[in-house]
């Protein structure tokens, strides 16, 4: 086709949806405030890159992508509720605190170790659980050797609590 019979705005790209938020409140382990920032300055240092290289958001997939991202992070940022790991209990999970747990798979005790955190440090491959998560809202408020009802799609499992490490006595790895 020619371009005599395009229209001006067939040329732009279609807008990139935002990132969609939660809605909860956005409590973040230092980790996870380090890592906003980190993710909102490569989201700014590419917007200004690609804006110095003369892209525009009505025709530029790759700015509109960046710019969805840049939002997304600087909104994660402004509304961040750094926890305070001096107000969190050591006796209890809670967030921030690295879990030691035990339960049964098909009669053999499984171990594992998850870590309770917000929403954007999340990563369960990692043993990073988001605090809204099923399994941390079951184990917040718990003490070692307490057991707790774990609500999974395949069924309920019964979970101890072997160990409680809290946010502050950890690096902010």
Known sequence: MSRAFVKEDDLRVAATPDRPHSGRPNYVTPTGLAMIRAHLEAASAE???????????????????????WRYWSARSASAIAVDP?????????????VDLEYEQNGTPQRMTVRIVGEDEADAGAGRIGWTAPLARALTGARVGEVVSWARPSGAVEVTVLAIRPLAAQSAS
Do not use: C, K, Y
Request: no cysteine; charged share 35%; glycine share 6%.
């Open 86 to 98: 001096q107000r969190l209990p050591r006796d209890r999970v809670a967030f921030g605190a690295t």
């Open 47 to 69: 917007r200004q890159r690609l804006l110095d290289a003369g892209e525009l958001p009505d025709s530029s997939p790759a700015l509109q992508a960046v710019e969805r991202d």
